[in-house]
């Protein structure tokens, strides 16, 4: 009982949870003409509402399956059972069959000894007419008209005779009727008893090959369960992809950086993301790319770089080659410089205090570009650092060569502090320097 009741719950709530993810879809999906920070708002809420819904349908599902193994086990403990129930009805079966020829004996003996009764039933009638022929005046007549005393004790002594025989006879009779009783009533008990248990025995066998299939057609009901579960799972979380995925393209644009590189890099080839220096001397990051809660809204998003370590005013290097097309405040980013590096590949560097490039100017690999800040959306000193390809953010890490650095002739050539302090603890550069 307890199972069908959870099997029907655990439909509604599937068919449920059904309908509402879909609902969430049809609605996520169909973005009428609205303002930007409104959709992003939706997308938000959507992700989180799918994400909320995973939880309960993974619950559900990890239930299901503990009731599948459940039943599963019940199963093979039923079988288990009934091949016990089969052995032992197969013992009643040949105790029946025992008794049945206990009985068969039995009722040969109840024969024979009724065919004893017959004659002894016969003898006694024949004593009976020796008894009335001989009757008491007869024999007394008989005795009287003896010739002899030899005569009438003859015939007094055959007279005793025929009664003691009778009376023999009866207790014979009696004797073997009681025994017949006594068989039959024996023969009755056996029969009724191997009945009894062999009928029990079959009831048995017959409850257990129910319990069977009831518990094989709840776990053929649980399986279909899971199934559903999973299918819902695997939508729910290509939901959660698409509401990342939304949510990232429209994150990304939402300081007008994706519709900048677009202008900028239309007319570009396609090339592979170049391999790229650290964006500080000192690398390190705290917060990397993908989902995470934001630690200013507190609500979960798409992450689409890194936060790299680093005090304010530590110096910020362009990663590769390229053009500045963007240096200016935006809303989320704050200070944020973008950097074409051709074959529509950018990179993006936010939160800076303060610039040191500006739009349309080239930078070298290694040159310094801005300094760590903490403007825009942030809760302190750090670089938020992108690699753009086609103007979508991906993962940086993998693009990062921590290998690379800021090349020896570039330091020799620039008067910025932070390079002159760099070329003198650079112990390649002197090798180099010397050698020259």
């Known amino acids: 009982m307890r199972t069908r009741a959870w099997l029907r719950a655990s439909t509604f709530v599937v068919l449920a949870l059904t309908a509402v993810s879909t609902t969430a879809v049809s609605a996520a999906t169909a973005d009428e003409p609205r303002g930007k920070v409104e959709i992003l ?15 309960e349908v993974l619950a559900q599902y990890e239930f299901s399956l503990s009731e599948q193994v459940r039943l599963e086990g019940e199963i093979d403990e039923t079988v288990v059972a009934i091949a016990v129930a089969e052995k032992t009805l197969e013992r009643q079966r ?18 024979e000894r009724q065919g004893q009764l017959a004659a002894e039933k016969f003898r006694l009638r024949r004593q009976s007419v020796s008894a009335y022929i001989l009757g008491e005046d007869l024999e007394l007549s008989a005795i009287l008209g003896a010739t002899n005393a030899a005569e009438a004790l003859a015939v007094g002594q055959y007279s005793s005779a025929v ?35 062999r009928e029990h025995a079959a009831r048995a066998a017959r409850a257990l090959e129910r319990q069977r299939q009831d518990l094989a057609g709840l776990n053929f009901v649980v399986a279909i369960e899971v199934r559903i579960q999973e299918a819902l799972l695997t939508k729910i979380r290509a939901d959660q992809d698409e509401y990342l995925r939304r949510l990232n393209a429209l994150e990304s644009d939402s300081d007008g950086v994706t519709s900048v590189l677009n202008d900028w890099q239309v007319e570009q080839e396609t090339e592979p993301v170049p391999v790229l220096m650290p964006p500080v001397d000192q690398f390190s990051y705290s917060s990397g ?5 934001h630690p200013i809204f507190g609500d979960v998003r798409m992450h689409n770089g890194l936060d790299v ?9 362009a990663a590769a080659d390229g053009i500045v097309v ?8 704050g200070n944020v410089v973008v950097i074409d590096h051709g074959g529509r590949s950018a990179t993006v560097y936010a939160h800076q205090v303060e610039f040191a490039v500006e739009f349309g100017q080239e930078v070298v690999a290694g040159e310094i570009i801005g300094y760590v800040g903490s403007t825009g959306y942030s809760t302190g ?32 050539e620039s008067d910025h502090p932070a390079d002159v302090e760099l070329l003198l603890v650079r112990e390649d550069c002197h090798t ?3 050698s020259d």
């Open 41 to 55: 708002t939706e997308l938000r809420e959507k992700y989180d509402e799918a994400v909320a819904l995973e939880g």
């Open 432 to 434: 180099v320097l010397t």
């Open 381 to 412: 000193p750090h670089l938020h650092f992108e690699v753009r390809s086609y103007g979508q953010a991906i993962d940086p890490v993998p693009q990062i060569d921590p290998t690379l650095k800021v090349s020896c002739e570039w330091l020799e």
């Open 289 to 293: 790319f993908g989902t995470r809660v």
């Open 309 to 317: 370590a680093g005090s304010e005013g530590t110096p910020i290097r």
């Open 163 to 197: 009664l003691e025989a009778q009376t023999a006879t009866i207790d014979e009779i009696d004797k073997i009727e009681s025994e017949i009783d006594a068989m039959q009533a024996h023969t009755e008990r056996v029969q009724a008893k191997a009945q009894r248990t």
């Open 326 to 333: 963007m240096a200016m405040l935006r809303e989320g980013f």
């Open 94 to 111: 040949a105790g029946a069959n025992q008794a049945e020829a206990l009985v068969l004996m039995v009722s040969q003996e109840i024969g």
